[in-house]
């Protein structure tokens, strides 16, 4: 099927790490060829270490001691990685614009890498997700996640970009949501978050070699099997 957004001429990461002029957007095959973008969503600095807002950070740190790709640049405010993932060209980037306005980082990183909309994955918390508990999904509304609206606002209404959700649990009665993103795990807590992390690998992995359906049709299986 043929796609009738507007092309653009930019560069693009291939096997190897080489880079050449790229003309994507036109036909399914042409966005194939498309490198994947995999975003863990955070906030930058010290004090934010380990908590809840920043397990999107944590995948893509796991995910580059796995693959062995050095997160070692930084483009477009946000440290980067390039490198590939069973034979697959992926750029790995941790925004450092804070959790709220990752689409200031995500949309010209989509421009220098011609990565068409399906072919980011974002990797962020999710309150309305029980602790750790990890959830693939090909699109989706924002969930009153504020860097996912900033995002969506940068795509003009576009949604239609995969998400890999970890569940953080629901802040105690009474207690603000931004106050609770920002807390610490408690043990019991960081331990099941850290086996979800180790999932949440594996699950990258396998979108790289074989796509988002057909990992979510993989995950579904499992469930079904178990």
């Known amino acids: 099927m043929l796609r009738r957004a507007q092309a653009r001429l930019s560069t693009a990461l291939l096997p190897g790490g080489t880079r050449q002029l790229c003309n994507y957007g036109v036909e399914d095959e042409q966005l194939k060829k498309a490198p994947w973008l995999f975003v863990g969503v955070g906030n930058p ?9 920043n397990v999107g950070f944590e995948m893509i740190d796991a995910v580059s001691e796995s693959a062995g790709i050095t997160l ?45 909309a399906e072919k980011i994955l974002v990797i962020l918390d999710d309150m309305d997700t029980r602790i750790s508990k990890l959830q ?24 239609n970009f995969p998400r890999l959700r ?53 995950i579904k299986r499992e469930k079904m099997a178990s």
Not at 73 to 84: D, N, P, Y
Not at 86 to 94: E, F, G, I, Q, T
Not at 103 to 110: Q, T, V, W
Not at 136 to 159: E, F, P, Q, T, W
């Open 45 to 53: 600095g010290p004090k934010f270490l380990g908590t809840r807002h």
């Open 72 to 116: 070692s640049t930084i483009q477009h405010r946000a440290i980067l990685g390039e490198g590939t993932i069973k034979d697959s060209p992926v750029v790995l980037a941790k925004p450092q614009t804070y959790a709220n306005l990752i689409g200031d980082s995500i949309a010209p990183l989509m421009e220098q890498y011609c990565v068409p």
């Open 136 to 159: 693939l999904v090909s699109k989706g509304g924002h969930g009153n996640h504020r860097g996912l609206m900033n995002l969506i606002a940068y795509l003009k209404g576009n949604r």
């Open 166 to 218: 970890i569940g953080i649990g629901l802040p105690p009665e009474k207690m603000d949501p931004k106050a609770f993103v920002l807390q610490r795990f408690c043990e019991p807590e960081r331990k099941l978050v850290e086996k979800s992390i180790t999932q949440g690998v594996e699950i990258i992995r396998l979108v790289a070699a074989n796509g988002v359906e057909k990992t979510m049709d993989s």
